[in-house]
């Protein structure tokens, strides 16, 4: 008798299923402990919760979910168009970035073609590029974080795609401005780079990335961004896309239709501007960030320095620290599946979260 899962592709069937943040709920009910004194800090959500901006314009469209959303997203789009100086038809909306990142790989990559990606970058990319049939070339990193150089090296005759997240998720890495330039300059043309900024908000002002200045001389850029970390909209899912207004015809050829729902669209209008929301943010981040290095420290546990919402610290077996973690009540991520088998992910979270976890760090180091 058939058995129907081998009518499916192939290079399907060899794709490992993205893994998630574990719920609290979830914890709760396996460990039969209290959700309400559960910590998670495993998905890099923004603990100051949503935008109170977005809040009100949920609350305002709450009457309109009867109706299909605006399949073409058009105030979202002209208030990113103005926010940042582009054309309206520069810009793609996405479930999520992770809806724009797999259009890309639908609209310029196919069973003849290869993307290229780093050791240790985001799942999606290599997902992204399975699930199309394309060859995923995984390029050796460097102290953790994108080699460009190795990156160059590895782009073949026919590849078509090159997928870099700076800040680099899991491991908070990030390349300057001036480096992704002279990689720009050396690509070639007929190779998209899918630039991934999705922490991008988190950085210092002097660090914050030139790429939208490069869209006009490069056609063979796409900037991807999110409204699911600084702006606190994970839960809604909505993400986007700049890029010349060919690229994005091309995108927008495999989008779903109403792939961004109703609440989405304007609460992800509403945060846009949110500029106090964002300095609360960054501003947050940056004390939880010493706090969490700080306690590190006096633990003797070793980190990469992030420029993201998160840390990599290594713990030896970090398998084994996650589960008695959770006995705590805290949630982090391992990165195993990263090529990381040392390592547990820990999001930033309010300084009583990050307190929680570090005491349960200790306590679990001593069990």
């Known amino acids: 008798m058939t058995n129907v899962c081998d009518l ?22 396996e460990l039969g402990l209290d959700a309400s004194r559960i910590v998670k800090l495993a998905s890099n959500e923004n603990p100051l919760g949503a935008s109170p901006k977005a809040l009100i314009a949920i609350d305002a469209a709450m009457d309109t979910i009867a109706r299909y959303p605006d399949g073409s997203g058009f105030d979202l789009k002209a208030a990113l168009a103005d926010k940042f100086n582009v054309d309206a038809a520069q810009v793609v909306l996405g479930n999520g970035s992770n809806d724009v990142l797999e259009m890309a790989a639908r609209a310029f990559l196919s069973s003849a073609t290869s993307a290229v990606f780093s050791e240790h970058a985001f799942a999606v990319y290599p997902l992204a590029t399975l ?3 394309a060859t995923g070339i995984t390029a050796p990193a460097k102290d953790y974080g994108h080699d460009l150089a190795a990156m160059l090296a590895a ?41 991934d900024e999705a922490y991008g908000e988190y950085l210092p002002q002097e660090l914050q990335s030139d790429a939208l200045i ?60 949110d500029d106090e929301f964002i300095a609360r943010s960054y501003a947050l981040n940056q004390l939880g960030m010493r706090q969490l290095t700080q306690g590190l420290h006096l633990l003797n546990i070793d980190y990469i320095p992030s420029y993201a919402n998160f840390l990599a610290i290594r713990i030896g077996n970090a398998t084994a620290m996650y589960r008695r973690l959770l006995e705590h009540g805290v949630i982090v991520r391992p990165i195993g599946n990263y090529g990381m088998p040392e390592y547990l992910r820990v999001s930033i979270g309010l300084a009583a979260e990050n307190n929680q976890f570090l005491q349960a760090l200790e306590d679990a180091i001593k069990d």
């Open 131 to 133: 699930a199309v049939g």
């Open 8 to 29: 499916a592709p192939d290079y399907i069937r060899a794709i490992a299923p993205y893994q998630p943040g574990k719920p609290i709920d979830e914890l709760a009910r």
């Open 214 to 273: 490069w869209l006009a001389r490069f056609p063979n850029l796409i900037v991807t961004r999110t409204f699911s970390k600084a702006y606190g909209l994970a839960g809604l899912r909505v993400g986007y896309a700049l890029a010349s207004a060919a690229v994005a015809d091309m995108l927008n050829r495999v989008r779903q239709p109403f792939n961004v729902n109703s609440l989405a669209l304007v609460a992800a209008t509403a945060a846009l501007n």
């Open 155 to 195: 782009i073949r005759a026919d590849t078509r795609m090159v997928f870099i997240a700076n800040p680099n998720n899991p491991t908070g890495t990030l390349l300057s401005n001036a480096d992704m330039l002279a990689f720009l300059e050396q690509v070639p043309s007929q190779v998209i780079v899918v630039l």
